[in-house]
């Protein structure tokens, strides 16, 4: 049985390829671990082999996780949609929020971030392929929200974070992943949290800095 120590190497492999084919500079792409639905136990198991970042979806889940691994250097990243009774614990419980598509969401959670914590880095949720059942904002906000964005004081605005819409072929798993990145480098963002065990080879050649990935490395969800 293929171990999650022996995944995390093959997907580490994967991403050096990607990096290496596509001119990206080694070590520029981080690996988020998407840990929604999985036990502590496979958390552990991935620290232990060397994963520090850790996504989750689900607040409450995530919140029993943290408890269970309080002994771990964990850097917890949410990553699930995001409802206003839940600021409060995500500003005091993360390091990263990536599906922030609101100034009232970023509002808030500038205004319950802890001052003995830095700044919350976040990420703001593209709509890329404009799907209707999908939060994020359109590409045509960004520009606005990441101006009101920037002069919260307790957040630091990193990037863009997409899920676009599911593709079969290579190059129309690139595309949307172009055009955020266009969008992204006017704006001077420095992070893009792009890229799933499907697609993620064509979100590296388009410049993703953070893949977020799952099932590759912990199994189908549960």
């Not at 996504?55 to 850097?75: D, H, P, R």
């Amino acid at each position: 049985m293929t171990t999650i120590t022996q995944r995390l190497q093959l997907i580490r492999d994967q991403i050096c390829e990607a990096e290496c084919c596509y001119n990206r500079q080694p070590n520029s792409v981080l690996l988020l671990a998407v840990s929604k639905t999985k036990p502590a136990e496979a958390i552990a198991a991935a620290y232990q082999a060397g994963q520090r970042h850790f996504g989750e979806n689900y607040l409450q889940e995530a919140l029993k996780k943290q408890q269970e691994l309080g002994a771990y250097a964990i850097t917890w990243h949410f990553i699930g949609p995001i409802q206003s009774n839940k600021t409060k614990a995500l500003a005091t419980h993360f390091d990263w929020v990536h599906s922030v598509d609101s100034l009232k969401i970023a509002q808030r959670l500038s205004d319950q971030r802890p001052p003995h914590l830095p700044p919350l880095a976040i990420c703001l949720q593209v709509n890329i392929s404009d799907e209707p059942s999908k939060s994020g904002i359109s590409l045509d906000e960004l520009p606005q929200l990441c101006a009101q964005i920037t002069k919260l004081p307790n957040l630091k605005l990193r990037g863009v974070m997409a899920i676009p819409a599911p593709q079969p072929d290579f190059e129309q798993q690139r595309s949307p992943y172009k055009k955020l990145y266009q969008a992204g480098a006017k704006l001077e963002l420095e992070t893009y949290s792009f890229g799933m065990s499907g697609d993620l080879t064509a979100a590296i050649a388009e410049g993703s800095t953070i893949v977020r990935i799952g099932t590759a490395l912990f199994g189908d969800r549960n």
